[in-house]
């Protein structure tokens, strides 16, 4: 069985042969003695004998000393190493990858400077520990892993690495190290090294994606950074309202976290809307975790409006604000469709005659008229006891949907359940008519309000409305029921975003009292607003690509998306979809044509990125199966731990102390007088009968 001893210095190995000198040196200084003859010789031949035996054990054993004492000094020169497996063998070949995280949290300031700085003076000791022959790759990543550089030298991935710059990404350690194991895979060389140079931060293990194994591959994590933590930061923005008006104000909730802190003092926020500070407010954080905020701010013009919302500035500043874009509207245009009848009732509830100012604005269209031009400008489409619709009608409706608007139907004694069931609700809004159900009059009974959405308590009780004729409306995917009936049949549904809905029960006094009664006006003014509010705004998260829907005017020609930093890309519609690349900075975004601002799109720092809290080793260490793994603490040596788990325990040390006793027991020895040694019988020395 071969003993796994590498040498760090091979080339010294030669100094072992200076072993050899103390032999040499003891057969050169050898010299015969010539006898003389004296009396009594053959009791002092005796004597010598015996005391000689003895002189000559201890010189073999001084020179014993002395050539293994040499060897020892040389042994230890070498530097030898003792590791589980492997075999005996100077330097073996190195293949390292050395995750740098550049993320948005490397831009932490702390009192050694930028974490991304520390990061590089971590990554120059690892290199310190290799040689010329072994391969580097360098791997930074953020919440994807970027361009792989190598294999290269030491010297090619410093100079690489010191070029790093940290970005606005967040931070994904399990994609990076899945990355890194596979260029291992192949790789060359004896010992293969992964080092994730990283603040810790928790956020960067909350992916649950599996590391996958890694056998014979060492692993290092290099936190470089313990000392403070605590961080405040925004992490999202809601307008409570389905719709915004000029005029009016918006009512806004913000959030705001603060992590790794113990409280006791407010955080400040501030609400910005094109650059102008609106509103302050004072959240109150007893210690870690997260506060809303409410805001009510003025709406002053119509369009896209941008704002932020800000903390306090702290050591992390790239993460104190949050970007948002508001949709302001001077009025709410509605599209009516239908008789007459159904339309004076649902023109009369948006926008009476005389002086009572509502901010919708009403129109009205023939069926075959409602087409994408007709659909431009639009917020909400209302059907109203339509027999069917042509299939180009239902096209348009469903892309109009699809961009943003709004639809209402209401049904009547003109609707045909087949032609509804068949063509318009598997297009439109999922989910199918029952039976006609019910008198009309409610001559053969009457059904009124049982339950009905959250979002609807304020305006419903029991007896709000009677419903006498109905189509029972059974809600597919997605659809969820708003209004249920003393039988437990919806009468009114939408989907899940809100953007469509439909009344089962038709307007006329014959199907049911709802349009005589006070809750319909509040009831259609809400179903409107929910439906023309704007969907869950398009925001983006630094680093990802977003896919954008585009309103038919801004087709067929080249699109500009210019970054708050100054990026600047062109880019091709593929029909009504945009699809940008990576979004690098936070702020907001523009995108153009030729002639007018397209959209703007709010792009934001993750919100996982503010938790800067560094998760224990223990936790890591649990992540990985087969890798040897090791944490190397900021205050510790990289390059000794990485010797030690590259080659082993280095046995130096011990042989130069081990040569250091013997070199002390050789004095000993040597100064021992050779009375000592003599037999106590004879105080006579064998010098004085002895002569060269």
């Known amino acids: 069985m071969s003993v796994p001893v590498h040498f760090l210095r091979p080339d010294l190995l030669p100094l072992t042969g200076l072993a050899l000198l103390p032999p040499l040196i003891h057969l050169l200084n050898r010299r015969r003695l010539k006898q003389v003859s004296f009396s009594h010789l053959a009791f002092l031949k005796a004597l010598h004998r015996d005391r000689m035996r003895k002189i000559r054990l201890r010189r073999w054993v001084l020179l014993l000393l002395r050539t293994i004492t040499v060897a020892l000094l040389g042994l230890a020169a070498a530097r030898p190493t003792l590791r589980s497996g492997g075999g005996v063998g100077g330097y073996a070949r190195t293949s390292a990858v050395l995750l740098v995280d550049v993320s948005c949290s490397t831009r932490l300031r702390t009192e050694r400077g930028k974490v991304i700085d520390l990061e590089k003076d971590r990554a120059s000791e690892v290199l310190g520990t290799l040689g010329d022959e072994d391969r580097v ?6 919440n994807r892993p970027h361009r ?18 940290p970005t606005y990404e967040g931070t994904d350690f399990p994609q990076a190290l899945k990355k890194a194991f596979a260029l291992l895979k192949d790789a060359e060389g004896a010992n293969r090294e992964v080092y994730l140079i990283a603040d810790n931060a928790r956020h960067g293990w909350a992916s649950e994606d599996t590391i996958p194994e890694a056998e014979g591959v060492a692993f290092f994590l290099l936190p470089v950074y313990r000392g403070h933590r605590e961080n405040a930061g925004v992490v ?24 790794g802190g113990e409280g006791g003092e407010g955080v400040p ?12 407010a004072l959240a109150e954080l007893p210690g870690s975790g997260e506060v809303s905020v409410t805001f009510s701010v003025p709406l002053e013009r119509p369009g896209v409006v941008s704002g932020f919302v800000e903390v306090e500035e702290d050591r992390l500043l790239e993460d104190d604000r949050w970007y948002f874009t508001l949709k302001v509207v001077d009025s709410v245009d509605v599209l009516i469709c239908g008789p007459s009848d159904e339309v004076r009732i649902l023109r009369y509830a948006l926008a009476p005659p005389g002086p009572l100012a509502t901010p919708f604005r009403v129109s009205e269209a023939r069926p075959e008229d409602i087409t994408w031009k007709r659909l431009e400008g639009m917020e909400v489409v209302l059907l109203a006891d339509l027999p069917g619709l042509p299939f180009q009608v239902i096209r348009a409706l469903r892309d109009f949907v699809g961009r943003g608007g709004g639809l209402g139907i209401f049904l009547g004694e003109r609707a045909d359940p087949r032609r509804y069931n068949r063509k318009v609700l598997p297009v439109l809004l999922r989910g199918r008519l029952g039976p006609l159900k019910g008198s009309p009059g409610g001559e053969g009974g009457q059904f009124s309000p049982a339950s009905w959405d959250e979002g609807l308590g304020d305006l419903l009780s029991e007896g709000s409305f009677r419903v006498f004729l109905f189509y029972p409306f059974i809600p597919g995917e997605g659809v969820k029921p708003l209004i249920r009936l003393s039988d437990g049949s919806v009468v009114l549904a939408e989907s899940g975003d809100g953007k469509a809905f439909l009344w089962s029960g038709g307007l006329a006094p014959e199907w049911g009292d709802i349009s005589l009664r006070g809750a319909f006006v ?14 869950k705004a398009t925001t983006a998260l630094t680093g990802e690509e977003v896919s954008l829907e585009l309103s038919r005017a801004s087709r067929g020609g080249p699109l500009t998306l210019e970054g708050p930093e100054g990026e600047r890309f062109t880019l091709w519609p593929e029909g009504l979809t945009l699809r940008t690349p990576p979004l690098a900075s936070p702020g907001i975004w523009r995108l153009s044509d030729s002639r007018r601002t397209v959209a703007l799109l709010p792009v934001n720092v ?73 037999p106590r019988s004879s105080s006579l020395r064998s010098d004085t009968f002895w002569r060269p």
């Open 148 to 165: 792989v550089y190598g294999p290269s030298s030491p010297e090619e991935a410093g100079a690489y690495i010191r070029s790093l710059s």
């Open 606 to 678: 993750p919100p996982r990125e503010r938790d800067l809290r560094q998760v224990p080793g223990e936790q890591v260490a649990q992540r990985f199966r087969g890798a040897r793994y090791r944490t190397v603490p900021p205050d510790e040596s990289v390059s000794a731990v990485v010797k030690m788990f590259r080659y082993g325990r280095e046995l130096g040390g011990l042989l130069a102390l081990l040569a250091m006793c013997l070199l002390l027991t050789e004095l000993v020895l040597a100064r021992a007088s050779p009375e000592s040694i003599a």
């Open 522 to 535: 509040p009831l259609v003014h809400r179903l409107v607003r929910r439906s023309a509010g704007v969907r």
């Open 236 to 259: 999202g923005i809601t307008a409570l309202e389905e719709i915004l008006t000029v005029g009016e104000r918006a009512e806004m909730q913000a959030y705001v976290s603060r992590y």
């Open 269 to 280: 926020v501030e609400l910005y809307l094109e650059g102008r500070r609106k509103v302050y």
């Open 137 to 142: 790759w360098v791997v930074p990543f953020g």
